[in-house]
């Protein structure tokens, strides 16, 4: 994490962005007429995908390097598993866990909780550690949970992925958490706060490790959570100097707005939360178009595009779905560690994804079901290297489509700006950035010449 390596990674990432061919839309691709993406949160692909068959999971993390401190020095057992409020270790959990990957299920059943796991823009890198992702518990809060995995092959997700695409190679966009993440599904971009207050920047060592953590970094650009200059944002975010500024760059909505292609954001709780009320943990920093000028409060495209989830199933049963869809679940129904259970998001996820199979919507759809980011979850593939704000951890994705390959591992490299890059070659769209512009479409998982009935 140098300074040198970052200027390296970037000149690299521009690059091969400026040397890669314009991608010409595969035959067939204009079969999908709608593209809908349900964004779940904070999993790791070994955390939850670890078991599936054919994909690059547990049994290939085998040899994968052992957890070691920050000096570099092999656990002999991992650290202990702390309850996150008493700061004692959680008694559902053995007192010593052996430094190699565990199932979660024998002590948190998928229907309970557990602990959150920290999962920030420095501590992520620090724990990728340059690709041997052997400091994942070095760099937490939550001890030896990150080496927990669960067997999901019971949920609906796993069915899911058995019956369509399986995407075993796909990273999150940006290291860190949810609201870079966010970000970059949208506009493949870090969000600049040029003037962003002293006491909530980080501070770096001369080689760019963390000294002090901090939502903005040295240079004014925000990576850990920030809310909006506009609503909805937390009662308790009174100081306007520490809210973010309306952004300008643009977005995946302003592309597909100017060629005149209709899209929606939907999400769990936004309605209640626009009136002021938060139900169902409604998450504010999962709302990246709030965070644009574009879309800001007042506008015409906030009213028209920013919806909540009711307007979604309202959508999908009269067969009025936008050609692009982004859905959020709520806080208590999207997967996140410490509030959320897997087997509620799973749930729910099922819930669009049967509403949309049972409907004349389906013939001509494509669902991708991914998660934001890992969630402090270690797993054990290298992310590739592309520029100074990631790839970072693996994650899952699915693809779900009448066009979709059949129990199908689709081992191609992608990361979240290939959801992007799928948007742009199916509607012709330019891209935001170097990453989208270099990043492969996710056409991969698809096969245009299936029929569909």
């Not at 000149?11 to 593209?35: C, D, M, R, T, Y």
């Not at 909530?200 to 080689?207: G, H, M």
């Not at 040295?218 to 309306?246: I, K, Q, W």
């Not at 597909?256 to 409604?282: I, P």
Request: glycine fraction near 8%.
């Amino acid at each position: 994490m140098t300074t040198k390596f970052l200027a390296a990674t970037v000149a690299f990432a521009a690059l091969f962005a400026a040397s890669a061919p314009a991608q010409a839309a595969p035959a067939g691709v204009e079969k999908i007429n709608h593209i809908v993406v349900i964004y779940l949160e904070n999993r790791s692909f070994d955390n939850l995908f670890g078991l599936f068959p054919g994909a690059n999971g547990l049994e290939q993390a085998k040899t994968a390097p052992v957890q070691v401190d920050r000096g570099g020095k092999p656990y002999v057992v991992l650290p202990p598993i702390l309850d996150e409020q008493t700061k004692q270790p959680d008694p559902r959990f053995p007192a010593e866990l052996a430094n190699r990957p565990f199932d979660v299920g024998q002590y948190v059943k998928l229907t309970e909780k557990h602990r959150d796991l920290v999962h920030r823009f420095y501590q992520n890198q620090e724990q990728i550690n340059g690709g041997r992702n052997d400091k994942y518990a070095a760099w937490s809060d939550a001890g030896g949970l990150v080496l927990g995995y669960y067997d999901t092959s019971g949920t609906l997700m796993w069915r899911l992925a058995k019956e369509f695409t399986l995407a075993d190679n796909f990273y999150q966009a940006a290291f860190g958490g949810s609201f870079l993440n966010h970000f970059w599904l949208i506009c493949a971009c870090t969000p600049e706060f040029k003037d962003a207050p002293e006491a909530i920047r980080a501070k770096l060592d001369t080689d760019g490790h963390l000294v002090k953590d901090g939502a903005v970094t040295p240079d004014g650009y925000a990576v850990n959570t920030t809310f909006s200059f506009y609503p909805p944002y937390p009662a308790t975010s009174t100081d306007l100097a520490r809210r973010l500024p309306p952004q300008t760059l643009p977005n995946i909505g302003d592309r597909l707005t100017e060629k005149k292609v209709s899209w929606a954001w939907y999400s769990g709780g936004y309605a209640a939360a626009q009136a002021g009320r938060n139900e169902g943990n409604f998450q504010y920093h999962h709302q990246p178009f709030v965070y644009f000028a574009s879309t800001g409060e007042g506008t015409k495209a906030k009213a028209e595009h920013l919806k909540d989830e009711a307007d979604l199933f309202k959508a999908v049963s009269h067969g009025t779905l936008e050609r692009v869809v982004f859905y959020k679940p709520v806080g208590d129904e999207n997967q996140h560690p410490g509030y959320a259970d897997v087997a509620s998001g799973d749930a729910k996820a099922g819930k669009l994804i049967e509403a949309i199979r049972t409907s004349p919507l389906w013939k001509d759809t494509a669902i991708i079901v991914t998660y934001d980011e890992n969630g402090g979850f270690w797993d054990h593939a290298a992310p590739p290297k592309a520029d100074r704000w990631g790839p970072g951890t693996r994650i899952p994705a699915i693809v779900i489509s009448p066009y979709a390959k059949r129990g199908f591992v689709d081992h191609t490299p992608y990361d979240t700006t290939s959801i992007l890059k799928l948007i742009e070659t199916r509607h012709g769209l330019k891209p935001l950035g170097t990453r989208d512009a270099a990043a492969n479409d996710l056409t991969n998982a698809f096969d245009f010449t299936a029929s569909v009935k």
